[in-house]
């Protein structure tokens, strides 16, 4: 069945150095969202990308949706302690419009103060 | 108003017990969620309403009971559960009916502790 992959499953980090997650679907997605789970909270949407190619920024964050639509990455620069967290990538299953979601396992990064 | 609530945000039960989970969302959206998350792992979808219907059961076990009054509330009922029930029960929604271009909001959770 369909899969979305995530990697790496942890990071830790000193503040300031730079984190990125790398998200790949077995199949072309139509489009793909980024979740963050802060320690003890709710994933949040942070943004959807839709186009081929597409990227976009809030920030310190970068998001980045591959040619083919199969793969998705987030970038942080200069990580803060804020940004400790779960970041799940998450795509549609198949063309259809059900509203499920396939989740990547997720990865969760520490930053060291 | 972006937020979607739920009632308990903790629940003990044990396996003999009745109980219900509660979700209310006012941001207009007509498809809402039921998720279930364990430690360290994804959310796991459980259920799906679009337009106050059931459109998704991913195969959940009939001791859980979902319910949608209207388009602003979702229940889950729970009965007979076992100890391999207990995790983090969300609640979500979105826009539209269920289509998966809309980013879903999700409420706090309920931590369901069975005993």
């Known amino acids: 069945g369909q899969q979305v992959m995530q990697i790496p499953q942890y990071q830790h980090v000193q503040e300031g150095e730079d984190f990125t997650t790398y998200c790949n679907s077995s199949t072309t997605l139509s489009n793909i969202q980024w979740y963050k789970q802060r320690p003890g909270g709710h994933p949040v949407f942070l943004i959807q990308l839709v186009k081929s190619g597409e990227v976009k920024k809030q920030k310190r964050l970068t998001f980045q949706f591959g040619e083919a639509k199969k793969n998705s990455s987030l970038h942080i620069t200069a990580t803060q302690t804020t940004d400790v967290g779960t970041y799940f990538c998450a795509g549609p299953l198949g063309s259809s419009n059900t509203g499920k979601l396939i989740f990547g396992q997720g990865t969760t990064l520490q930053v060291k103060p | 108003d972006t937020e979607v609530t739920q009632t308990p945000k903790h629940l003990v039960m044990g396996m003999t017990n009745k109980k219900s989970l509660k979700c209310e969302q006012h941001?207009?959206?007509?498809?809402m969620y039921w998720y279930k998350q364990k430690a360290k792992k994804p959310p796991e979808l459980m259920f799906v309403?679009?337009?106050?219907?059931?459109?998704i059961n991913e195969s959940v076990p009939s001791r859980f009971s979902p319910e949608c009054p209207n388009s602003s509330l979702l229940n889950l009922h729970l009965h007979a559960l076992q100890p391999e029930d207990s995790a983090l029960y969300l609640c979500?929604?979105?826009?539209?009916?269920?289509?998966?271009?809309?980013?879903?909001?999700f409420g706090p959770g309920t931590r369901l502790t069975v005993t």
């Open positions: 941001m207009g959206h007509r498809a």
């Open positions: 309403y679009s337009y106050e219907k059931l459109s």
């Open positions: 979500a929604s979105s826009m539209a009916g269920g289509q998966g271009y809309y980013e879903q909001y």
